[in-house]
């Protein structure tokens, strides 16, 4: 069975230090990766999301890069953090090619002091 | 791009009464459906979906019924039960397309109060 991890489960950062989270995904190949932030308001607005290893689409300009160097694995980076970047993270992952049913992982708690 | 409304933002109902939640989308294209509950601190889990190609779904206390023309769709849970209380989200996208991703509403806190 196809599992998603993500880590970690919360962090706390300074304001102008770096970020990365890390998501991989077990049991499919290929797989479409996404990340969507939740901020206080709770919707879930999409980051970026990827179809193969390397490709990246962004959706929103911010500062936060996406990265794919393995086929499931999806990497969300900064190199300085703002407190607007604060919020619940997820990632998760979808059958590519189908757009249909999107599998999350359990989230990371960033809070940008 | 697509854009999907969602309301209400909060709801609150005695356990055992029935709660609707509505959603709207922009996109004619889109063509899947799915709902999604979240539970504090984890990240949405599905719940039910439906295709373009069905105008209602049930899965026990579970329903979700779509209008294609009015581009809207909703989610009926009956006698609901304090479990229920949870963030839930409509989506929507389209199917066979791996260059769309799922476009969530704002989503619907829901309280059932024993």
């Known amino acids: 069975s196809q599992t998603i991890h993500q880590w970690p489960a919360t962090l706390v950062q300074p304001v102008g230090s770096p970020l990365s989270l890390e998501c991989t995904v077990e049991?499919?190949?290929?797989?479409?990766l996404y990340w969507y932030r939740q901020a206080a308001g709770r919707g879930l607005q999409l980051l970026f999301y990827s179809v193969g290893i390397g490709q990246i689409s962004s959706e929103v300009p911010q500062n936060l890069s996406a990265s794919r160097p393995q086929d499931r694995q999806f990497i969300l980076s900064s190199k300085k953090l703002l407190l607007s970047d604060s919020g619940f993270y997820l990632c998760?992952?979808?059958?590519?090619?189908?757009?249909?049913?999107?599998?999350f992982g359990q989230g990371t708690r960033l809070t940008v002091v | 791009g697509e854009n999907v409304e969602q309301h209400p933002s909060t709801l609150s109902v005695q356990e055992g009464d029935s709660a609707v939640i509505k959603c709207t989308y922009s996109d004619s294209a889109s063509n899947y459906f799915p709902w999604y509950k979240q539970e504090l601190g984890k990240g949405p889990q599905l719940i039910i979906d439906i295709r373009s190609n069905v105008g209602e779904k049930k899965d026990q206390r579970i329903a979700v019924t779509l209008n294609k023309t009015a581009k809207h769709f909703s989610l009926h849970i009956t006698e609901t039960q304090p479990e229920d209380s949870a963030v839930y989200f409509c989506?929507?996208?389209?199917?066979?397309?791996?260059?769309?991703?799922?476009?969530f509403g704002k989503g619907t806190s829901l309280l059932v109060t024993p």
């Open positions: 989506a929507a996208s389209v199917v066979g397309n791996s260059g769309y991703a799922l476009n």
């Open positions: 049991g499919t190949s290929n797989p479409n």
């Open positions: 998760a992952w979808s059958v590519n090619g189908e757009g249909t049913e999107a599998f």
